[in-house]
């Protein structure tokens, strides 16, 4: 997302996803006349793979010319004509995290060769690239000083995780036009600094926690005491999957844009960084409930993604004085309302849940659904998800759980999950639905749970670990903790250290959590989903698991989709997977589910 402020008013630039065009990413110019156009020609996919999950993989240039990685190579290109021209070389290298340093013609962004990441500055006229600076493993939010002088990232290394510990550094910038020594100004081992801006030569802004929670606090270079600009329990921040995420952006006029809250609403306000009071903006009668983490400011707007339980995610020029908006990006074709379900945020023994109930509810319990976010650091927030319309518009019930583990509550309740997952997250799974049984909404004997990734790997635990659940849908899941660690890649290879524990100290616990050596304890069928091309969570791990359940007479079934990653992305994927989800539910709780293709589980009679 960039708002880019021009004579004739403020365009913006987003990129969205493309299912029907093989799953690119296209990046769309809308200019201040209204139209818009895209900005990528057709076959050009503006996606990298740094850190596996990407990160921030285009700028727009002044003008109308854009710099981006491209999927297929990884190289940086520059676009100012019909051809994009590349100005990086050929090779094993990626390139994320990408940001214009202002004043000087070139890009900068983070590589990663070999599982090293070193700061790079790459000439935008298509010379040699120069290394800026190597540091810590992990390397994000690369920022030149106003004056020049001084240049800023955010780093840490293994075991941390970025929502664990993290330095903010500053180092002097030579006439070489690299980096100096390095000193630390804002963070450590148990501290997470997730943005950082500069205010002035002299002073930064930067979202950490040392509180406990994600504030917007500024930080003199000089060594003097900094200020918490917002000393309140809110979450100014995110955690950081993907490095160049934005929850603060520094207007023309200095004031702060920013995105603050939780999973239960998230706000878009301007902040003041005199009085530290946020004054809520882009608002309006339809609500919206929710802001990413992708905000950027110019010519007295913001632009942000917003979205409501009723409309989908929408990009958003937002007037900071008078707090009106406008949605710049395409309209969507959406369902009727009356499709759509009502949410409704609740609280059961401590654990924080979105409630979907089915449109066409018949009286009486109905089958529910406890949707599992991945992560496990992250959360699913109130939003509407056409996935989650798709099922209980079919008479499904829909509990979404942010258990502990999740963000947007604090750190407290993120580390809840700390060397406990596989137990909290299963516990808080198995509360929701019991709570739900309770109090007469769901059918204790058609419960069912579903996730992604480590979504997936609470599904096949709670299968395996609980009585409470008739069946589950794992998509690209984790079945086996060790053997995970063991292949997945750099980024999450000492991710386990904080969930469960190190190893080989802790591997009992390992063995005893572990899914695949558990299959035989199954409580229902699963349904495995997995993309051949996932680099992160190979289909081995699916493979495997199934192949546990079957020697043990349990019931399952196993869809492989070629070409696609970790998460869907080409349009005829997302329909074969909704449907076989949807066949799935109708044979464990003896539903029809017209219109979707027969599935056939394994094992069954």
């Known amino acids: 997302m960039e708002a880019v402020a021009t004579p004739s008013g403020v365009e913006v630039w987003w990129d969205e996803p493309r299912p029907h065009e093989g799953g690119r990413r296209c990046v769309v110019r809308r200019l201040p006349d209204g139209s818009r156009a895209d900005a990528l020609p057709p076959g050009w996919n503006a996606r990298n793979r740094l850190v596996e999950y990407g990160g921030r993989s285009w700028r727009p240039l002044p003008g109308a010319g854009l710099v981006f990685t491209n999927w297929a190579d990884q190289r940086l290109y ?15 290298a990626r390139y994320g995290d990408l940001y214009l340093p202002p004043g000087r013609d070139e890009v900068w962004a983070v590589r990663e060769r070999d599982d090293v990441r070193d700061l790079v500055a790459v000439p935008l006229d298509g010379g040699p690239l120069r290394v800026v600076a190597k540091a810590q493993h992990f390397l994000m939010n690369p920022r030149l000083s106003p004056d020049g002088r001084h240049v800023a990232w955010i780093g840490w290394d293994h075991p941390n995780m970025p929502w664990d510990g993290t330095e903010l550094c500053v180092a002097p910038l030579g006439e070489d036009g690299t980096a100096g020594p390095y000193r630390v100004v804002a963070g450590g081992p148990e501290e997470s600094v997730t943005q950082a801006e500069w205010r002035d030569a002299a002073t930064l ?3 950490t926690d040392p509180t406990g929670w994600w504030n917007v606090h500024l930080v003199p270079l000089d060594g003097s005491p900094g200020r918490n600009l917002t000393p309140v329990e809110a979450e100014f921040g995110a955690a950081m999957w993907k490095p160049g995420l934005s929850c603060l952006a520094v207007a023309d006029d200095g004031t702060l844009v920013v995105v603050y809250g939780g999973p239960d609403h998230r706000r878009l306000a301007v902040l003041d960084p005199d ?18 983490s992708t905000v950027s400011a110019a010519g007295g707007k913001a632009a942000a993604v ?28 959406l369902p009727a309302r009356e499709l759509l379900p009502v949410p409704e945020a609740v609280t059961v023994e401590g654990v924080h849940a979105h409630l979907y109930p089915p449109a066409a509810a018949r009286g009486g319990p109905a089958p529910y659904v406890i949707f599992v976010h991945g992560g496990p650091t992250g959360n699913l927030p109130i939003a509407l998800d056409l996935e989650i319309a798709y099922f209980t518009s079919r008479g499904l019930g829909v509990a979404v759980v942010n258990y502990g583990g999740s963000t947007g509550y604090g750190r407290a309740y993120r580390e809840r999950l700390r060397h406990q997952w596989g137990v909290v997250d299963v516990q808080d799974c198995a509360k929701v639905a019991r709570g739900l049984v309770e109090l007469g909404r769901a059918d204790a004997a058609r419960l069912a749970v579903r996730g992604g990734s480590a979504g997936g790997w609470t599904t096949v635990a709670a299968l395996v670990h609980s009585d409470v659940f008739a069946g589950g849908v794992a998509h690209y899941a984790i079945t086996d903790p060790e053997s995970w660690a063991a292949e997945t890649h750099d980024f999450e290879s000492r991710y386990l250290d904080g969930l469960v524990g190190p190893l080989p100290e802790t591997r009992q616990r390992y063995v005893e959590r572990s899914p695949l050596l558990n299959a035989s304890r199954a409580s229902g069928p699963c349904l ?30 196993l869809l492989t989709f070629p070409g696609e990653q970790h ?17 799935f539910y109708g044979l464990i709780f003896g539903m029809e589910t017209p219109g979707v293709p027969p599935l056939t589980l394994k094992g069954r009679a």
Do not use: C, N
């Not at 917003?306 to 004085?321: F, G, Q």
């Open 306 to 333: 917003r979205a409501t339980p009723y409309t989908p995610m929408e990009v958003a020029l937002v007037d900071l004085d008078d707090g009106t908006y406008e949605v710049v990006s395409a309209p969507k074709p």
């Open 205 to 207: 802004y930067a979202v």
């Open 567 to 583: 998460g869907w992305r080409r349009e005829e994927t997302i329909v074969a997977v909704l449907e076989a989800e949807l066949a």
């Open 78 to 92: 520059r676009l100012d004509g019909a051809v994009p021209v590349p100005l990086t070389p050929a090779g094993a």
């Open 275 to 292: 009085s530290g009071d946020p004054r809520e903006i882009g608002g309006g009668p339809d609500g919206p409930t929710y802001w990413s």
């Open 528 to 557: 495995m989903l997995h993309g051949l091309e996932d680099a992160i969570v190979d289909v081995s791990q699916a493979q495997r698991f199934t192949a546990e359940l079957d020697k043990h007479g349990k019931e399952w079934a």
